[in-house]
């Protein structure tokens, strides 16, 4: 008796499934979205301020958790190994697309569809207040005359400091010592304590700290002046030649694997679409220092490889990466 | 503090909706503590979305009682099952769990919830009155200065090795060896994963406690299936004002600690407890019974800490935009969220903020203090379960709270082998409580040594005059110097031989 009722409960809930998977629309039921960094960072926030927005268009709720470690790469291969349903979204940094190179993981946002590239960040080089420099000029300089002394914040290889340091290092000698943090903040905690001497962080970290005049910036990483940071002079003022590099940012998107459905797909989409032009979520992003980018498909697409194939060549050629990124079909800038 | 300020203390209090939240929010984080594995960062972060479309306020309020409620409750199942509820509650443990054996579980709740409100009061206290002063000390802390911390720190195993040192010292390696899986912090090169992607991100240390703890007391309490469960005593819960008064001052000293160590942005609550409950250790020389065998004072001094560290927690938070641990930095994410701008101008910008959440937070406190006393008795009697019951109860729990930390399978499996290995150590003499401080000091030690490094160009020469050279350090590294030198025969025949010179001198002015 006890065996037949579980095969009836067994079989009416396999029926349902089945129902669920062909009659009704997507979404039928709740979503997962993966954080691939933690609590209270930068990719957590902006997760957790675009989902809800999402939700209203979607019908159903994305349920956030938080999968940090391997600087994302956990995150990417939960997903990846997850049904191609569409149930499961990827909320992703910049990192996935430096992990073949450094050798971290054999996943990139290759393998994912992006539903929605929603920002990039802008980075600025920042000094403690107690440092003599007016400029990056008068850095670099300071830098060559004694080299190794001065100190730079950094968050480790592939992080948003280490990268901009390598950029310079290509376009001028720039002898410096990276001391590496478990993150922005903490670097800009550092720095505030004067225990490193300049460090170049995104806008989104060191704008309250700029405002505040706790920190002096030196220079936007960007090929123009920004709306942000009024006569801050940008970093190609000093040197032309950082251009062909810029713009060049962090960026926070969502993903799906590729071969989701493309219902699904159109779907998230035009759901994560609508959430992105939300003035609330806007408002939230451009007063953090992000440049709102809102793009999919296609056109994201476009803007990941050229990302991929600027920065893994720019580390390659800086010796900071582990495998060449040719050896990966990356293609030179 | 002026008429405005004032008026913005008491927003909480007078506002009913605000004073519900509060309210609310401390007694789901009595219960979210209590449970390993669901921490209170996980439920902050949780109640960002869910108080996406909220005023800031509300937000607030829910989750600074939370945070509290939390903390506090940390302590609930460390003193009962000898599983931490929260990482800061692992000192609590140590003498928390053999006063339940001793059927004093009552006791020891309410004398834990009247020292954890007095710490949460006099961390709240060090916020209003010198929030900038601290923050700006705390900044003063460069890397050398954590590796001290990290070292005064890792001295404890002495204190926690039991019957051996030498067995202690392993147990601890051990522990510094799980914390060093996954990447390297500072160079992202793989350490001990062996390739696997799932090694990647390290083993959590919440897993590792919870199985040395839990899942390794399940496992020797089934030697004793057939054993009475201890009656416990529930008469007496409320601790009489004269065991209060008795522990006041070690409850203040332990206080300090926990502002200090949570203000510094790169330690919270666990550290903060564990070095109070150090300091208990060293400074009280007649505790109520030897330590680890259910001293009071064992109990005062880390649940005092990682009350004030709260306190301590918020005020880099709200003075500079940084945060002072996971929970404040999860809090910094709402508080973007909700359009304000974390950061030195917030004061400025919103000065409501700060006095709002100062009197949010001293709500939060007595309310803590409510939902602590009521309910011990069935607390209490929980632990007077037969053990074939509660042996399973703890197993499910730990592999309940394991999963939650972050969805893994995986993170369950190294939960329950470290359950094993914890069962054999505490056959042979190997106590658990090393492993756990090898886990949380270990990373940070190779991280601030390294940096300190790099900091001085990998020179020892420069490297050893900044220890003595700037004035912070060098009181650290004094302390250390001292805290070793006690330990060496000279320093005894020393103290021996001024005791003598002081007895002659006394004798020969008689």
């Not at chain 1, 391997?70 to 291969?77: C, H, K, P, Q, V």
């Not at chain 2, 209003?128 to 890397?143: G, Q, T, V």
């Not at chain 2, 897993?207 to 008469?235: C, N, S, W, Y």
């Not at chain 2, 070793?484 to 320093?491: G, I, S, V």
């Given at each position: 008796?006890?065996t037949?009722?579980?095969?009836?409960?067994?079989?009416?809930?396999?029926?349902?499934?089945?129902?669920?998977g062909?009659?009704?629309?997507?979404?039928a039921?709740?979503?997962?979205?993966?954080?691939?960094?933690?609590a209270?960072?930068?990719?957590d926030?902006?997760?957790?301020?675009?989902?809800?927005?999402?939700?209203?268009?979607?019908?159903?709720?994305?349920?956030?958790?938080?999968?940090?470690?391997?600087?994302?790469?956990?995150s990417?291969?939960?997903?990846?190994?997850?049904?191609?349903d569409?149930?499961?979204?990827?909320?992703g940094?910049?990192?996935?697309?430096?992990?073949?190179?450094?050798?971290?993981?054999?996943?990139?946002?290759?393998?994912f569809?992006?539903?929605n590239?929603?920002?990039?960040?802008v980075?600025?080089?920042?000094?403690?207040?107690?440092?003599?420099?007016?400029?990056?000029?008068?850095?670099?300089?300071?830098?060559?005359?004694?080299?190794g002394?001065?100190?730079?914040?950094?968050?480790?290889?592939?992080?948003?400091?280490?990268?901009?340091?390598a950029?310079?290092?290509?376009?001028?000698?720039?002898?410096?010592?990276?001391?590496?943090?478990?993150?922005?903040?903490?670097?800009?905690?550092a720095?505030?304590?004067?225990?490193v001497?300049?460090m170049p962080?995104?806008?989104?970290?060191?704008?309250?700290?700029?405002?505040?005049?706790?920190v002096?910036?030196l220079?936007?990483?960007?090929?123009?002046?920004i709306s942000?940071?009024?006569?801050?002079?940008?970093?190609?003022?000093?040197?032309?030649?950082?251009?062909?590099?810029?713009?060049?940012?962090?960026?926070?998107?969502?993903?799906?694997?590729?071969?989701?459905?493309?219902a699904?797909?159109?779907?998230?989409?035009t759901?994560?679409?609508?959430?992105?032009?939300d003035?609330?979520?806007?408002?939230?992003?451009?007063?953090?220092?992000?440049?709102?980018?809102?793009?999919?498909?296609?056109?994201?697409?476009e803007?990941l490889k050229k990302?991929?194939s600027?920065?893994?060549?720019?580390?390659?050629e800086?010796?900071?990466?582990?495998?060449?990124?040719e050896?990966?079909?990356?293609?030179?800038? | 503090?002026d008429?405005?300020?004032l008026?913005?203390?008491?927003?909480?209090?007078?506002?009913?909706w605000?004073?519900?939240l509060?309210?609310?929010?401390?007694?789901?984080?009595?219960?979210?503590?209590?449970?390993?594995?669901?921490?209170?960062?996980?439920?902050?972060?949780?109640?960002?979305?869910?108080?996406?479309?909220?005023?800031?306020?509300e937000?607030?309020?829910l989750?600074?009682?939370?945070?509290?409620?939390?903390?506090?409750?940390?302590?609930?199942?460390?003193?009962?099952?000898?599983?931490?509820?929260?990482?800061?509650?692992?000192?609590?443990?140590?003498?928390?769990?053999?006063?339940?054996?001793?059927?004093?579980?009552?006791?020891?709740?309410?004398?834990?919830?009247?020292?954890?409100?007095?710490g949460?009061?006099?961390?709240?206290?060090?916020?209003?009155?010198a929030?900038?002063?601290i923050?700006?000390?705390?900044?003063m802390?460069?890397?050398?200065?954590?590796?001290?911390?990290?070292?005064?720190?890792?001295?404890?195993?002495?204190?926690?090795?039991?019957?051996?040192?030498?067995k202690?010292?392993?147990?601890?390696?051990l522990?510094?060896?799980?914390?060093?899986v996954?990447?390297?912090?500072?160079?992202a090169?793989?350490?001990?994963?062996f390739?696997?992607?799932?090694?990647?991100?390290?083993?959590?240390?919440?897993?590792?406690?919870?199985?040395?703890?839990?899942?390794?007391?399940?496992?020797?309490?089934?030697h004793?299936?057939?054993?009475?469960?201890?009656?416990?005593?529930?008469?007496?819960?409320?601790?009489?004002?004269?065991?209060?008064?008795?522990?006041?001052?070690l409850?203040?000293?332990?206080?300090?600690?926990?502002?200090?160590i949570?203000?510094?942005?790169?330690?919270?609550?666990?550290?903060?407890?564990?070095?109070?409950?150090?300091?208990?250790?060293?400074?009280?020389?007649?505790?109520?019974r030897?330590?680890?065998?259910g001293?009071?004072?064992?109990?005062?001094?880390p649940?005092?800490?990682?009350?004030a560290?709260?306190?301590?927690?918020?005020?880099?938070?709200?003075t500079?935009g940084?945060?002072?641990?996971?929970?404040?930095?999860?809090?910094?994410?709402a508080l973007f969220?909700?359009?304000?701008?974390?950061?030195?101008?917030?004061?400025?910008?919103?000065?409501h903020?700060f006095?709002?959440?100062?009197?949010?937070?001293t709500?939060?406190?007595?309310?803590?203090?409510?939902?602590g006393?009521?309910?011990?008795?069935?607390f209490a009697?929980?632990?007077?379960c037969?053990?074939?019951?509660?042996?399973?109860?703890i197993?499910?729990?730990?592999?309940?709270?394991?999963?939650?930390?972050?969805?893994?399978?995986?993170?369950?499996?190294?939960?329950?082998?470290?359950?094993?290995?914890?069962?054999?150590?505490?056959?042979?003499?190997?106590?658990?409580?090393?492993?756990?401080?090898?886990v949380?000091?270990?990373?940070?030690?190779?991280?601030?040594?390294?940096?300190?490094?790099?900091?001085?160009?990998d020179?020892?020469?420069?490297?050893?005059?900044?220890?003595?050279?700037?004035?912070?350090?060098?009181?650290?590294?004094?302390s250390?110097?001292?805290?070793?030198?006690r330990?060496?025969?000279?320093?005894?025949?020393?103290?021996?031989?001024?005791g003598r010179?002081?007895?002659?001198?006394?004798t020969?002015?008689?």
């Amino acid at each position: 008796m006890k065996t037949k009722l579980l095969g009836a409960a067994a079989a009416l809930a396999m029926l349902s499934a089945a129902a669920d998977g062909t009659a009704a629309e997507y979404p039928a039921r709740d979503l997962q979205g993966i954080i691939m960094w933690g609590a209270g960072g930068a990719t957590d926030t902006v997760a957790r301020a675009v989902t809800p927005l999402a939700e209203s268009a979607l019908g159903k709720q994305v349920v956030l958790v938080n999968k940090p470690g391997g600087t994302g790469a956990i995150s990417t291969a939960f997903v990846a190994a997850r049904p191609s349903d569409g149930y499961t979204l990827l909320y992703g940094a910049e990192n996935p697309q430096l992990h073949k190179v450094l050798e971290l993981s054999q996943i990139d946002y290759a393998d994912f569809y992006p539903v929605n590239i929603l920002a990039h960040g802008v980075a600025v080089i920042v000094a403690n207040n107690d440092m003599p420099w007016k400029s990056v000029k008068d850095l670099v300089a300071d830098a060559q005359k004694r080299p190794g002394e001065i100190k730079m914040g950094s968050t480790g290889p592939g992080g948003l400091p280490h990268v901009v340091g390598a950029l310079m290092k290509t376009v001028i000698e720039f002898p410096v010592t990276p001391v590496p943090f478990d993150g922005e903040g903490p670097g800009i905690t550092a720095l505030l304590g004067g225990h490193v001497d300049f460090m170049p962080a995104g806008l989104s970290a060191a704008a309250e700290h700029i405002k505040a005049g706790r920190v002096k910036v030196l220079a936007v990483v960007n090929n123009e002046e920004i709306s942000a940071l009024p006569g801050v002079p940008p970093i190609t003022a000093d040197f032309a030649d950082f251009g062909k590099y810029l713009p060049w940012g962090p960026f926070y998107g969502v993903f799906v694997k590729r071969d989701v459905p493309d219902a699904a797909k159109d779907k998230l989409v035009t759901a994560f679409k609508a959430a992105a032009t939300d003035p609330k979520f806007v408002d939230l992003m451009v007063g953090r220092g992000n440049i709102m980018m809102n793009i999919a498909g296609a056109e994201a697409d476009e803007f990941l490889k050229k990302w991929q194939s600027t920065t893994a060549w720019v580390l390659h050629e800086a010796k900071a990466t582990k495998a060449s990124p040719e050896q990966f079909g990356i293609p030179k800038p | 503090m002026d008429g405005s300020a004032l008026s913005y203390f008491l927003m909480a209090w007078f506002d009913p909706w605000l004073l519900g939240l509060t309210a609310l929010g401390t007694f789901a984080g009595v219960y979210i503590g209590a449970i390993p594995g669901l921490s209170v960062t996980m439920a902050v972060s949780i109640l960002i979305s869910f108080t996406f479309s909220w005023d800031v306020n509300e937000a607030l309020a829910l989750m600074a009682g939370v945070f509290c409620g939390g903390v506090y409750g940390g302590s609930r199942t460390a003193i009962l099952l000898n599983i931490p509820g929260a990482p800061s509650a692992i000192a609590t443990a140590l003498d928390g769990f053999p006063l339940a054996q001793r059927g004093e579980a009552g006791r020891a709740i309410g004398v834990s919830t009247v020292v954890s409100v007095i710490g949460g009061m006099l961390g709240v206290l060090a916020l209003a009155i010198a929030a900038p002063a601290i923050s700006d000390f705390a900044l003063m802390f460069a890397p050398r200065d954590y590796l001290l911390l990290a070292i005064i720190g890792i001295l404890l195993v002495g204190s926690l090795s039991g019957e051996s040192l030498a067995k202690g010292v392993f147990a601890g390696a051990l522990g510094v060896l799980i914390g060093m899986v996954g990447l390297d912090p500072l160079t992202a090169e793989q350490r001990f994963t062996f390739g696997q992607i799932s090694l990647l991100g390290g083993i959590p240390y919440v897993a590792a406690m919870i199985g040395f703890f839990g899942v390794a007391e399940a496992l020797v309490q089934l030697h004793h299936l057939k054993a009475t469960p201890i009656r416990q005593q529930v008469d007496r819960i409320l601790p009489s004002w004269n065991v209060v008064k008795r522990y006041i001052p070690l409850s203040i000293r332990s206080s300090i600690i926990g502002v200090v160590i949570g203000a510094l942005p790169g330690t919270g609550g666990d550290i903060a407890s564990l070095m109070a409950y150090d300091h208990a250790k060293r400074s009280v020389k007649k505790p109520s019974r030897p330590f680890g065998q259910g001293a009071y004072e064992g109990l005062v001094a880390p649940e005092s800490a990682n009350n004030a560290a709260i306190g301590g927690a918020y005020i880099p938070m709200l003075t500079l935009g940084l945060p002072g641990d996971a929970v404040t930095a999860v809090i910094i994410g709402a508080l973007f969220i909700h359009g304000l701008r974390p950061g030195p101008m917030m004061m400025i910008e919103t000065p409501h903020l700060f006095w709002f959440t100062v009197g949010n937070l001293t709500l939060a406190n007595l309310f803590t203090l409510v939902f602590g006393l009521t309910g011990i008795r069935i607390f209490a009697k929980m632990v007077e379960c037969p053990r074939t019951v509660l042996v399973p109860l703890i197993v499910v729990l730990s592999v309940v709270g394991t999963y939650a930390i972050q969805n893994s399978v995986v993170d369950i499996y190294w939960m329950l082998a470290f359950g094993v290995l914890g069962y054999f150590m505490k056959m042979y003499g190997y106590q658990v409580g090393p492993v756990i401080l090898g886990v949380i000091l270990g990373p940070l030690m190779d991280v601030s040594y390294r940096r300190a490094m790099l900091s001085v160009r990998d020179e020892p020469s420069a490297f050893a005059l900044e220890l003595v050279s700037h004035p912070l350090t060098l009181v650290l590294t004094l302390s250390v110097v001292l805290l070793l030198a006690r330990q060496t025969p000279a320093w005894t025949t020393m103290q021996a031989r001024i005791g003598r010179w002081r007895n002659d001198g006394r004798t020969g002015g008689a």
